[in-house]
């Protein structure tokens, strides 16, 4: 258990289990939490650090694409599937690269969205009614 103060630039929001498929061309992820300088994602492969990669966010979120570079990987788990088979588990930490206003203001309203469904406060996915 880590104590102490949150050492990261920019707090990190839990992204709720609707919004958490992904992908990372060409690979499908599940998104684990993200903030406005990057992303933690779930996924099947090892990825080199470095590598630099595209985030896409879930069509409820307008399927933003998001540029970033692999900072960190590590095996998360194995788990087991079919008869006796078994695949790792990785986590990744992706960190964004230069960010349009556009992409800064549409990520701004997906962390809002998850904050919002973080807190309970009902159905946080967005509409397209007007308000």
């Not at 998104?31 to 966010?57: D, F, M, Q, T, Y």
């Not at 692999?70 to 078994?86: A, I, S, Y």
């Not at 556009?102 to 309970?120: D, W």
């Amino acid at each position: 258990m880590v104590t102490g103060p949150e050492q990261r630039r920019a707090m990190r929001v839990d992204v709720p289990r609707r919004f958490r498929e992904g992908e990372l061309e060409p690979h499908v992820v599940h998104l684990l939490n993200l903030s406005l300088l990057g992303v933690r994602i779930a996924h099947l492969e090892p990825w080199r650090k470095g590598v630099v990669c595209s985030v896409e966010l879930p069509p409820a979120l307008g399927a933003l694409r998001l540029p970033g570079r692999v900072v960190w990987t590590r095996l998360r788990g194995t788990e087991r599937v079919g008869d006796g088979d078994r695949r790792d588990l990785y986590e990744s930490g992706i960190e964004f690269g230069r960010l349009t206003s556009e992409q800064q203001a549409a990520l701004a309203t997906a962390l809002a969205i998850f904050r919002t469904a973080q807190a309970g406060l009902g159905d946080a996915a967005p509409t397209d009614t007007p308000a």
